[in-house]
């Protein structure tokens, strides 16, 4: 009879979450967003209910694909995979039922297919080995060593300080230190063994007894067990016809063994429990340098460059010295050494790796002197670098034209088939403004790994957006700018919410949510060990939110009144915005001015543009026009507007005449086009805003030229080829096939739902 009301519990949880993807959930829309939380943390307080939460989402997975609820079957597979990876022990059928429901999903368009091969490759893996995924994704997150598992992940939390109170910053950085309070490597070693274990030999084993026989052991000891439980359960999931059966006897060898080291002797099977999920490892940041988000991640790589990675990078980035990183490297020249090589040139001559080649003749000093440093073997440099390059970018090809004006997909099979050691997940808090900035650190961060690369082949990179918005969003500090709405400053995050329902009910639910924590007393400095909803989220979003969404980046050339000053070059994500500034005249000049004289407001603009055709046709459109101002929109307000270009709204002024005189009237003109060029033709100059940021304001402007910024990658392939053939204009060679444009990916859960 209790399970019964245990089951109906679970099952009332279940179903609100899917009243809450319909928006029928108004009752409780101060709860948008902690519907997940709250049943993921039922299941964390009694583990043994996670098979009856699976056995529901199962349920209703198979209703949700034989009707006509396709927008249920990822957030539902979602919910089912975190409880797979927290469960302490699940049956091998519930394994293969989900197994099964995953390979239906490949006959569904993309996401669904996409996801479902995704989930497929880890259950299979997880099912032959159970434990795998929570074994990894501790020891990556964690930053635990080990040879079979070599991977290491990072959060970085990225808060702008001039967009978010110092009381919102202050009470991240207490959640962040709060939930990582009581980790440390060696709890997290007891976790992993006690996971695989458990996982493994399900109720025949005393988890209480055999938890506290590890805690006991010396720090030298519970490593060695480590390291044999992380290696028996990578064996298994790295075996092409692995069998459950013989990795339950390897684990069972282990656990006697641990059992047998202690004075206590053998235990009798105490049942199943629970095993924590602990946060991974997140570090806060206020994003006050320029060069911040690169420093970084330098600093993450390199400490551990020189050890676990020699094998598998070149010889010339292992010797690359972090002050030549850190310091922009455009003059870097590195000196040139003369070398004396004693063979034909050619590869297939040379010795073996294992061999060396005797000196030739002369002493040890004139060796040392005039040794070979690899003579002229083969290295495709170019060509590697720039297929790394090109992987690193995540975006669609420059074959794909594509006209959606969004790309959601995720390489996972990448061209050189890299294993890069590192992931970092950069989360940036805040609104529009903060992805501008992310948009011109991405850039930056292309332009260098395009100089020399560094980060590319050691590093994956991955972006999620938490949208922030307090409720006093003024900051600007002076009164001729107007203030966008709450909602208009999170223009994109309103975008990735309808493409996305999970998004939506997860984290764009945060964006008032955590001001309104912010202002309350945190428990978290009494009690310690209580939940940090906040970070729980993010981790949540970090570990499931794998599908990316392509963002265009667009690069912006402004010319100024003064013809001394140099032009600015300057990218933007969201939106430019010029507005032509007032012509103020003398008070004596208005005195002499007749009455009858009517000013004209705005300015004459000539305006150059590509119209946009579905046919994907190039038309150059010339206007002359008079116009008070303008706003460039990259981000489109719905979904049926999902097109490759901007979305120009342009404040024209319109001359009429009545009976009493001329008067003037605005009309809004509007334009798609993806590359457009302004220009003024009268004295009057206007203010430039970049991504709604009073920051990124350009005053005295008379010209404009916008067009999609450029993968630098490719500029320098296409420089390079420009070379050789002068009067080739269309690509050709490898720049053919390298991605043109520059897209920001930003991780959501589904990618774009179709």
């Known amino acids: ?114 996801i479902g091969l995704d989930y497929a490759f880890r259950l299979k893996t997880e099912r032959v080995a159970p434990g795998v995924l929570y074994q990894r994704m501790i020891i990556s997150e964690q930053s635990l060593k080990s040879h079979p598992y070599p991977y290491q992940e990072r959060v970085f939390i990225f808060a702008d300080p001039d967009v978010l109170s110092k009381a919102v910053c202050n009470s991240l950085v207490t959640e962040a230190k709060a939930s990582q309070m009581y980790q440390n490597p060696r709890s997290c070693m007891c976790y992993v063994i006690t996971r695989a274990v458990q996982a493994a030999l399900g109720e025949d084993c005393d988890v209480e007894s055999f938890q506290r026989i590890l805690q006991d052991k010396p720090t030298d000891e519970l490593e060695h067990c480590f390291r044999q439980v992380v290696a028996a359960v ?164 420059a074959k794909q034209s594509g006209k959606l004006h969004r790309k959601s997909d995720s390489n996972v099979v990448s061209m050189l088939h890299l294993h890069r050691l590192y992931t970092a997940r950069i989360v940036v808090l805040g609104d529009d403004r903060v992805l501008g900035r992310l948009a011109q650190a991405f850039y930056s961060l292309r332009k260098r790994e ?108 402004i010319l100024f009144g003064n013809a001394a000053q140099e032009p600015a070059e300057d990218v933007f994500l969201t939106e430019l915005s010029a507005k032509v500034q007032d012509c103020k005249a003398p008070k004596d000049h208005m005195q002499t001015k007749k009455k009858t004289t009517l000013e004209v407001p705005g300015a004459d603009l000539a305006v150059t543009y590509t119209k946009v055709l579905l046919s994907d046709r190039k038309k150059e459109v010339d206007v002359f026009l008079r116009s008070t101002g303008l706003v460039m929109k990259a981000i489109p307000s719905s979904e049926t507007e999902d097109l490759v270009c901007l979305n120009v709204n342009i404040a024209e002024v319109v001359k009429t005449s009545n009976l009493s005189g001329r008067s003037f009237s605005s009309a809004a003109n509007k334009i798609r086009t993806r590359n457009i060029k302004i220009q003024s033709m009268e004295q009057r100059t206007f203010n430039l805003c970049l991504d709604k940021d009073f920051r990124r304001t350009y005053t005295n402007v008379v010209g404009v030229e916008v067009s999609p910024c450029l993968e630098p990658s490719y500029c320098l392939q296409k420089t390079r080829t420009m070379k050789f053939s002068l009067h080739e204009s269309e690509d050709v060679g490898l720049a053919k096939y390298m991605p043109k444009s520059l897209l920001l990916p930003i991780n959501t859960f589904a990618g774009i739902i179709q």
């Not at 409780?28 to 902690?34: I, L, S, T, V």
């Not at 235990?267 to 970084?296: R, Y």
Request: glycine share 6%.
């Open 450 to 557: 395009t100089r020399r690369v560094f980060l590319t082949p050691r590093l994956n990179l991955q972006f999620y957006y938490v949208p922030v918005v307090e409720g006093q969003p003024d900051t600007r500090p002076t009164q001729e700018h107007t203030t966008p709405g709450q909602m208009e400053l999170c223009e994109l995050a309103v975008y990735l919410g309808k493409a996305d329902p999970w998004y939506e009910s997860n984290i764009n639910t945060l964006c008032h949510m955590i001001p309104k924590l912010a202002t309350m007393p945190s428990s978290l400095s009494t009690h310690p060990r209580s939940d940090p909803f906040i970070i729980d989220v993010i981790a949540y979003y970090v570990r499931l939110g794998i599908q990316p969404v392509y963002f265009q980046v667009y690069a912006v050339k």
């Open 234 to 397: 990578e064996c298994t999931g790295s075996e092409m016809n692995a069998d459950r059966a013989r990795h339950a006897e390897r684990l069972e060898k282990i656990y006697s063994m641990v059992l047998n080291s202690s004075a206590g002797g053998g235990c009798s099977p105490g049942g199943l429990h629970g095993t924590p999920l602990p946060n991974p490892n997140i570090s806060f940041h206020l994003w006050t340098d320029e060069d911040q988000l690169w420093k970084e991640l330098v600093l993450f790589v390199r400490p551990l460059s020189q050890t676990c990675e020699q094998d598998c990078l070149s010889q010339e980035l292992d010797n690359f010295e972090i002050q030549d990183i850190v310091s922009d490297c455009d003059c870097c020249e590195q000196t040139r050494f003369s070398v004396l090589s004693t063979d034909s040139g050619i590869e297939r001559d040379l010795p073996a790796a294992g061999e060396e080649l005797p000196p030739p003749g002369g002493t040890d000093v004139e060796h040392a002197r005039l040794q070979r440093k690899g003579g002229i073997k083969k290295k495709a440099c170019l060509l590697e670098s720039m297929t790394l390059l090109q992987n690193s970018c995540n975006g669609p090809g």
């Open 1 to 114: 009879m209790e399970n019964t009301e245990v089951e109906s519990d679970i099952l009332r949880s279940v179903r609100a979450l899917l009243r809450e993807l319909d928006g029928h959930h108004h009752a409780f829309q101060g709860e948008r967003g902690m519907l997940r939380w709250t049943l993921h943390k039922k299941m964390d307080r009694n583990p043994l209910n996670s098979a009856i939460l699976v056995k529901i989402l199962v349920k209703e997975l198979e209703r949700a694909e034989k009707g006509d609820y396709r927008h249920y079957i990822i957030p539902l597979l979602h919910t089912l995979m975190y409880t797979l990876i927290k469960a302490p022990c699940i049956s091998d059928d519930l394994y293969e039922r989900v197994y099964d429901f995953c390979k239906k999903l490949l006959t569904l368009p993309k996401p669904y297919c996409t």
